[in-house]
């Protein structure tokens, strides 16, 4: 209730991450009166006032049909990629998938490797091993075992456990000795 009365007074002040907090509170039902209608308003107002977990998360309201929407992945998709955009390592791998997969977006794997490669770069694992076998494979990218063996060592040093295995796979193939 103390929470309710607070984030209430920041919302009415205009604070972002206060709509986002009562959104999340209306979505879990933590509040008398909980309103999917209410968090949908709250979390786009967070969203649109450049909120970036409120831009992630009305990408997913839109993508699990939640909050009294129906599933549509083209509107989650718009809004995953403001959400990368504005840094969201979460929204980028969802905008590489999308794109990769062809879901909610043109299939597009040039623009799939992009993302993946900015999420790469900003530490997700996963994103790391996409991406090094996109460039092994040449999917998306021109093929280059190099830049696909930077990359699995780099998922290998941040714990990826199947990347090791692909580093003394390209090492043979490219005749240098593993590290």
Known sequence: A?????????SREGVPAAD????????RGEMPQASP???LRLM???AEAGFVTALFGVAQLHELGQAGLRVDLVQAHRW?????DAGSLDAQVAVATAFYLGRGAAKDAALAARWFRIAAQGGDIGAMYVVASMFETGDGVERDLKEARYWYQTAARNGDEAAPSKVRELD????????
Do not use: I, Q
Not at 20 to 27: D, E, K, P, R, S
Not at 80 to 84: I, K, P
Not at 172 to 179: D, E, H, I, R, V
């Open 2 to 10: 103390r929470a309710h009365s607070a984030l209430s007074r920041l």
């Open 20 to 27: 986002y907090n009562l959104a999340v509170m209306h979505l």
């Open 37 to 39: 209608r209410e968090a």
């Open 44 to 46: 786009t107002r967070a």
């Open 80 to 84: 995953y990629l403001r959400a990368a």
């Open 172 to 179: 043979a193939k490219l005749g240098a000795p593993s590290t």
